[in-house]
């Protein structure tokens, strides 16, 4: 139990193009989700934290305009990079959690982002 | 200075040695003491937990907190080549899952 998928697992797009990124939870019902990014040999980097129906939470330093986040139902969180820069280019990892799980958040495989 | 610290290796041992990975932190405030293992081009897969200071086994795993030294350490035993991969220490003052502060991992290789 309690997986989390992402979609795309790999995507490659022009500088300047938009790039949304959806993260699923399967088989639970996430009340937060996390959206993460790791740069190579880097550390997971905290970007938002995200609670069905309202506004995300943004880490200082993240462009709130630049990386939307939406978090319309129980199993869905959707990260849209908004006109991509080579900069950009990370992985991209989500996590869920559930109310009650106080001690568990699960991680979804990642979503590689390339921007030519 | 970050709050978490990792040594990033990488660590290269034999198959069946005893690995050592450690963190060190700043924040007091941290409560909770998670270990995750990430496979390359994978997302993190948790580990260990554990809450304030003590041990914890679990199989071929044990995870230790030292709050007074701000300290934290994963052993793994009998270490397997399926065990290469980069190890994560991440921390909250909350609980595993609300925000976590997370090392830059360490890599790890067992060889044959």
């Known amino acids: 139990g309690a997986v989390v998928s992402q979609h795309p697992s790999w995507v490659i797009c022009k500088s300047g193009t938009s790039v949304k990124i959806e993260c699923r939870s399967l088989?639970?019902?996430?009340?937060?989700m996390f959206w993460y990014r790791q740069f190579p040999k880097q550390s997971l980097m905290l970007m938002a934290t995200?609670?069905?129906?309202?506004?995300?939470?943004?880490e200082q330093g993240v462009e709130k305009d630049k990386f939307l986040i939406n978090h319309a139902s129980l199993t869905l969180s959707t990260l849209t990079v908004t006109s991509a820069h080579p900069e950009d280019s990370s992985f991209y990892i989500c996590?869920?959690?559930?109310?009650?799980?106080?001690?568990?958040?699960?991680f979804g495989p990642g979503t590689r982002l390339t921007v030519l | 200075q970050k709050e978490v610290e990792q040594d990033p290796g990488p660590l290269s041992v034999p198959e069946g040695a005893i690995v050592s990975l450690n963190c060190t932190y700043s924040?007091?405030?941290?409560?909770?003491f998670m270990w995750y293992r990430q496979y390359s081009r994978k997302g993190p897969e948790l580990l260990m937990y554990?809450?304030?200071?003590g041990n914890k086994e679990d199989g071929r795993f044990t995870a230790q907190v030292d709050k007074s030294s701000k300290y934290i350490s994963l052993f793994i035993r009998d270490s397997q080549p399926s065990d290469s991969a980069t190890y994560l220490c991440?921390?909250?003052?909350?609980?595993?899952?609300?925000?976590?502060?997370f090392g830059t991992g360490t890599q790890l290789k067992v060889e044959l």
């Open positions: 088989d639970f019902q996430a009340t937060t």
């Open positions: 554990t809450y304030s200071s």
């Open positions: 924040n007091s405030a941290f409560q909770y």
């Open positions: 995200s609670n069905e129906g309202s506004k995300a939470t943004y």
């Open positions: 996590s869920a959690s559930y109310s009650g799980s106080t001690d568990t958040q699960y």
């Open positions: 991440a921390m909250s003052p909350t609980g595993g899952g609300n925000k976590l502060t």
